[in-house]
Nanobody, 125 residues
Framework: QVQLVESGGGLVQAGGSLRLSCEASGRTFKFNTMGWFRQASDKEREFVAAIRWSGGSTDYADAVKGRFSISRDNAKNTVYLQMNSLKPEDTAVYFC??????????????????WGQGTQVTVSS
């Protein structure tokens, strides 16, 4: 049974930092692209960042580019999201996900077929 478990969320002041982790179990995903998405209250889920299996290619939403950094440790089946210079508008539930395809980076929710339960990030002003 595949499971993705996020951790690292919490309450932080604007300008602060958090590091999210997502550990996958049940099978290895070292060849799959992994991504982070977020969903704020009363908004649709949106793409945040993604990383190819090798870690050499990444993609970021414009809203987080330059502030967030995605990385992965394939030996640990874990993907990370380092979030710096956080803003109140970053407040959301953050989800990690695994892309169905290998070797590509995509932003569309429907391209991802395994999801974690989410971790809440709240940024106070």
């Amino acid at each position: 049974q595949v499971q993705l478990v996020e951790s690292g969320g919490g309450l932080v002041q604007a300008g602060g930092s958090l590091r999210l982790s997502c550990e996958a179990s049940g099978r290895t995903f070292k060849f799959n692209t992994m991504g982070w998405f977020r969903q704020a209250s009363d908004k649709e889920r949106e793409f945040v960042a993604a990383i190819r299996w090798s870690g050499g290619s990444t993609d970021y939403a414009d809203a987080v580019k330059g502030r967030f950094s995605i990385s992965r440790d394939n030996a640990k089946n874990t993907v990370y999201l380092q979030m710096n210079s956080l803003k109140p508008e970053d407040t959301a539930v953050y989800f990690c996900a695994v892309d169905k395809a290998l070797y590509v980076i995509r932003r569309t929710i429907d391209d991802y077929d395994y999801w974690g339960q989410g971790t809440q990030v709240t940024v106070s002003s």
